[in-house]
């Protein structure tokens, strides 16, 4: 369809409005391009990190209010945070400046919680971290002399043993101590956590699954993530309205925040809404 020139975004918005036409249009806020389209374009499809501000006009085939399960403002695992509650999540805490698992426990981005270290079906490559602690537990593996980044690396890549947990001596010539926990209670597990200075404990998390988003689909039941749909079956699994989808946390987001006031705003995008959506 038609590309211009707008001011703004809302403008853009506007005068897709204007156009029978035009059912989504993107707005581009460093040129200043206007793009309408005759189709509809799920949250999904523009990333947020692509500073491209986009939207649509409601019709039968897609749900134009935010989930009721993700809180607005909210905090999730990984997310910045100042205060425990601003974190969300059962078993989790403020940590480090972010929202993290509580001591002994890692994520399950399947099920999008905070599990018992031992209980993943298999570990991924990302980990909890918790500063000023060490553990004491049996030791599988142990380097000197190695860099926090080589320990992580030793961990991820163990062939010999499954390695849940590492505990790292920051201080110059310290050293990289691997652990097996496969068969030991959680009681013996939390009771070899001890205070330690310059210290630093990561708890490795449950392997990320494949995403399912824009993955063809018949039923939400094919879409893995909690917070997709199958838009228009048979369709492609998407983000619901108003998120889009984080490659680093693995799920569908709000980018920050909501305001409404005719038209709602996640960062960087932006959605126009009529005043009675068909649902």
């Known amino acids: 369809m038609e590309t211009s020139q707008q001011r703004s975004s809302v403008a853009c918005a506007t005068r897709c409005q204007r156009n029978t036409s035009c059912l989504s249009f993107t707005f581009h806020p460093m040129n200043y391009v206007c793009r309408m389209n005759a189709h509809e374009i799920p949250m999904a499809d523009v990333s947020c990190s692509l500073k491209i501000e986009y939207g649509y006009w409601s019709t039968s085939t897609l749900n134009t209010t935010a989930p009721t399960n993700l809180p607005l403002n909210a905090s999730y695992n990984g997310d910045r ?5 601003d974190c969300v999540e059962p078993l989790s805490e403020c940590r480090l400046g972010k929202c993290q698992c509580l001591e002994a426990y890692v994520y399950n981005y399947t099920s999008h919680s905070c599990v018992f270290i031992t209980a993943c079906s298999s570990y991924g490559t990302t980990f909890q971290t918790i500063g000023e602690r060490e553990y004491r537990g049996m030791i599988v593996d142990e380097v000197f002399d190695i860099s926090e980044g080589d ?3 030793r961990c991820i890549t163990a062939t010999t043993y499954l390695c849940h947990l590492i505990s790292y001596d920051q201080k110059v010539g310290g ?8 068969g030991l209670s959680q009681n013996a597990i939390l009771a070899d956590y001890d205070p330690e200075a310059e210290n630093i404990v990561y708890q490795r998390d449950c392997a990320v699954p494949a995403s399912t988003i824009q993955n063809q689909c018949m039923s939400d039941n094919e879409c893995i993530d909690r917070n997709s749909a199958c838009f228009t079956p048979p369709g492609h699994c998407s983000c619901h309205i108003g998120l889009s989808y984080d490659d680093d946390k693995h799920a569908c987001v709000h ?3 909501y305001t409404v006031y005719h038209l709602t705003f996640c960062f960087l995008a932006i959605i126009y809404v009529t005043p009675n959506p068909v649902t």
């Open 81 to 85: 945070c100042t205060v425990n509650t």
């Open 151 to 153: 320990c992580v690396s």
């Open 175 to 182: 050293g990289c101590l691997l652990f097996d926990l496969q």
């Open 255 to 257: 980018c920050k925040y």
